[in-house]
Structure formats: structure tokens, C-alpha cells
């Protein structure tokens, strides 16, 4: 399934993906295969792990754009 593989990649690969889903990561390679069928719940519990990585990274994001407004105001750019 193209979404799950996606979510996998955005995810940091497919550990990351069997964590969110909350099984093995051969239960989730079957799964990304075809070989077993992915349920809502799955489909969910993938949503909430990608939800809960953006949110990470606008932190960071924040986070980087703040460090480097403070180092353009010690250069005496702001």
C-alpha cells in the first residue's frame, strides 16, 4: 500500500511505522506487502504518529527561526 510506505519514510522507516501501529516490524512489512490487510485502526494509529511528528517539527522549526533572529540582532542586523 503506497500511503503506508509514505508514512513509513515520513516517519523515520518502517520501525517507526510498526511502533505507531503498536506491532512488530514483520507484522508491518506483511502488511505493507499485502500479505495482511491494514485496518482502520492501524490507518489511525498512523495518522496520530505523522500528527505527532509534524507538531515536533514546527517545534524545531520555532525553535531555529528564534536562534537565528537572535544571531542576526548580535550581528546588529535586526
Not at 491494514?38 to 522549526?61: F, G, H, K, P
Amino acid at each position: 500500500m503506497m500511503g503506508i510506505e509514505t508514512a513509513a519514510a515520513m516517519l523515520g522507516g518502517v520501525g517507526a511505522l510498526a511502533v505507531a501501529m503498536g506491532i512488530k516490524e514483520r507484522g508491518t512489512r506483511a502488511k505493507m506487502d499485502g500479505e495482511r490487510g491494514i485496518s482502520d485502526e492501524n490507518l489511525i494509529d498512523v495518522a496520530d504518529a505523522l500528527d505527532t511528528r509534524a507538531a515536533a517539527m514546527v517545534a524545531r522549526a520555532d525553535k531555529i527561526v528564534e536562534h537565528a533572529q537572535k544571531l542576526r540582532k548580535e550581528a546588529g542586523c535586526a
